[in-house]
């Protein structure tokens, strides 16, 4: 059997027996689908929820995406004619952003990718849009994309009119673009002058990790992460108390440095710090995301909401298809995770899969579909 056939005959299996929620004002969303792509074809949209499942059983898409966007006409082309009303604000982090150090191939993931992934997309709520933006748990919506990450989507209608440069502006806050050490650490006549630990954003953010690794950290940790010598990190050390309580008063001042010292500090703690997100997904107001509860096409999980990112397990969870036993043949040799069962698959030997694990493979070209 051709790979193509096996997934298209168990999605349509699964849409014949599922139903797809409608996302929010469904009517307003402009729809996108592929197969060779994630988006072949786009401009389409469903005046409800029975339309969508209907397209879904009889079309079977491997992909099916929606607009964070809203439309007077979504059907319209080219986008000028589909009236823009507005667009939830959007963040995408994906495993491929990150510098991890793995050993497969770049279309699958293993624990130490999707573990960074998964820590970013933390330190992004917990650290930023909580904090920083005001925003509630409730607020953010937060959906494994099907493969490689996680998408926050965020609909509240004071985000719908944001421009493409507010949102930018979101981005520059959250990435630490732009941040100038100079404008923070500066001279003002004899005195060296910074930031508290209890000021608002960026300074007051370093300023606490400074704190912090000054009052916790040794020589050989404050070095490394604040960029100076283990001679000037003992420095410190040694007026510790009058370094942390100057600092604590915004005076930088109490040990005899250069002020291009803190300054590097600052930039490098802001580099360890930020939110690494997808940038172009942000700012794109006509972006198409992965629809929430439709089967991806790539890997066969279901792009789920998350309710909870610490108990999120990306191979177990997002499992939905059969356990019937489908015959492939190995492609490769390597071990397989699904809802804690080791598959250990051979290269050129037969094999019998669950459903939901011969899906995995077959769409990751390690096993072909035999019979």
Excluded at 96 to 124: G, P, Q, T, W
Excluded at 201 to 228: F, H, L
Excluded at 243 to 269: E, H, S
Excluded at 307 to 315: A, G, I, N, R, T
């Amino acid at each position: 059997m051709e790979k193509i056939e096996f997934i298209r005959d168990t999605l349509r299996k699964y849409y014949d027996s599922h139903t797809v929620p409608a996302p929010p004002s469904i009517e307003r969303r402009e729809f996108g689908a592929g197969n060779d792509k994630k988006i072949d074809w786009r401009h389409m949209s469903f005046p409800a929820e029975q339309q969508l499942n209907a397209y879904l059983r009889s079309e079977t898409p491997l992909y099916i995406s929606y607009s964070a966007g809203y439309y007077e006409f979504p059907e319209g082309r080219p986008m000028p004619k589909k009236n823009w009303l507005g667009a939830d604000l959007v963040f995408d982090l994906d495993a491929d952003e990150y510098e991890v150090d793995c050993s497969h191939s770049k279309d699958l993931v293993c624990d130490k990718c999707m573990n960074r992934v998964k820590e970013e997309c933390i330190k992004l709520i917990e650290e930023f849009l909580i904090p920083d933006f005001g925003f509630a748990h409730d607020d953010l919506h937060v959906v494994f994309s099907g493969n490689r990450g996680y998408h926050i989507h965020i609909r509240r209608e004071d985000v719908h009119g944001l421009s493409q440069n507010a949102r930018k502006e979101i981005l520059d806050f959250i990435t630490a673009s732009g941040l100038k050490p100079a404008r923070h650490i500066r001279r003002r006549g004899k005195h060296l002058l910074g930031p508290r630990p209890d000021d608002w954003g960026w300074p007051g953010r370093i300023t606490r990790a400074i704190v912090d690794e000054i009052g916790t950290g040794n020589e050989k940790s404050i070095a490394r992460r604040m960029g100076m010598s283990t001679s000037t990190a003992k420095k410190i050390l040694a007026k510790k108390g009058l370094v942390l309580g100057g600092i604590g008063q915004g005076d930088w001042d109490q040990v005899n440095l250069d002020p291009k010292t803190w300054r590097r500090a600052f930039g490098l703690l802001a580099i360890e710090m930020n939110a690494e997100v997808d940038k172009g997904v942000t700012m794109d107001v006509s972006r198409l995301m992965r629809l929430p509860n439709s089967i991806h096409g790539g890997t066969g999980f279901i792009a789920c909401e998350v309710p909870s990112l610490d108990k999120f397990v990306y191979y177990n969870d997002p499992v939905v298809l059969g356990d019937g036993d489908v015959r492939c043949i190995a492609r490769a040799t390597m071990d397989v995770v699904l809802k804690d069962k080791v598959f250990e698959l051979e290269e050129e030997k037969q094999l019998a899969l669950p459903e939901y694990a011969a899906f995995y493979c077959a769409a990751k070209g390690l096993v072909s579909i035999w019979g």
